[in-house]
């Protein structure tokens, strides 16, 4: 049981190490991608948002806008068209 625990603890400080300070943000190099993505995305909505509120609407903003709003269906067509094989 010690033992079990002891191997485990060991494995456990091997993946710490391995991922390094940006690994705790952004987890494994297999999930990174996907959370990188994410914050993109969710600064470019919270970037639309501020447009929308304090710039004077859609129609003053429309190319900004879809600008953006680019940036967020290519990130959402990363996260979840990728496919491995």
Known sequence: MAKSQIAAQQANDKLILERGVIGKVFGSKDHAPYY???IIIIICILLMTYIMIFSGGYAQNKEA?????NFVTLGMGYI??????
């Open 36 to 38: 990188i993505v994410a």
């Open 80 to 85: 979840f068209g990728k496919s491995t094989s």
């Open 65 to 69: 806008l879809s600008f953006i709003g």
